[in-house]
């Protein structure tokens, strides 16, 4: 194991809920995301983290729901995004072929975060370490919310989040009492349909600029 990924066990593990990951998959990305995922995949399977903060995942599961999200915005032509990980709250990392780990989308806020590096004379088995030894708990929480959402409402299955009911477009707040444990992609689906997603570059209301990763 590599000292980046040992790095990010002793912070987020141990892992929970692992799911294999079938030969299909690695097949179906590894033209797609490098080599050093796909390495974790095997080794680790498909797993939660931090009883449930972080998780990795298939980004086949969030194919129709990132074609959802990016329709209308300037990422629809920039690259081709894969999710690879998301938080308990719904925010999604995505790697893309072009620009590897440069995409965040919160989607709780649907607001993301770009920041776009060209692969040319890159080494993106590095980035992919690199992806996990920076993970931070505190980044994948919401205003403190998570240990206390898991008290509350139980740990999260692979396919689920803690989600705000009613959402930060309708309710224009992220209050503690309005989160429920829903399935993940169904939730984002109903979010992406409410607004297009906006970015954090030119954030529309004052305390976007402390959300800013």
Known sequence: ?????????????????????????LNRYRDKLPEQMLAYWRE?????????????????????LVDMLLEG?????????????????GALYLWGEATADSLIIDTYLLRYLFDPRENLQRDLNFDARLFFGTQKRDINDVEGY???????????????????????????????????RLKDVEHLMFLAQLDSLESYNFPPFPEAADLIR
Request: net charge negative.
């Open 44 to 64: 680790h399977g498909w797993c939660g983290y931090a009883e449930g903060l972080f998780w990795t995942v298939n980004p086949e599961d969030y194919e129709a």
């Open 73 to 89: 915005t300037e990422l629809a032509d920039q690259d081709r995004f894969h999710v690879i990980a998301k938080s308990a709250f």
């Open 146 to 180: 998570f240990q206390p959402a898991l008290k509350k409402l139980g740990r999260l299955a692979h396919d689920e989040l803690y989600g705000f009911v009613p959402a930060y477009p309708l309710a224009g707040s992220l209050e503690f009492n309005n989160l429920q």
């Open 1 to 25: 194991m590599d000292d980046n990924f040992a790095y990010f066990l002793k912070n987020f593990g141990p892992a929970f809920d692992r799911r294999e990951v079938p030969e299909a998959s």
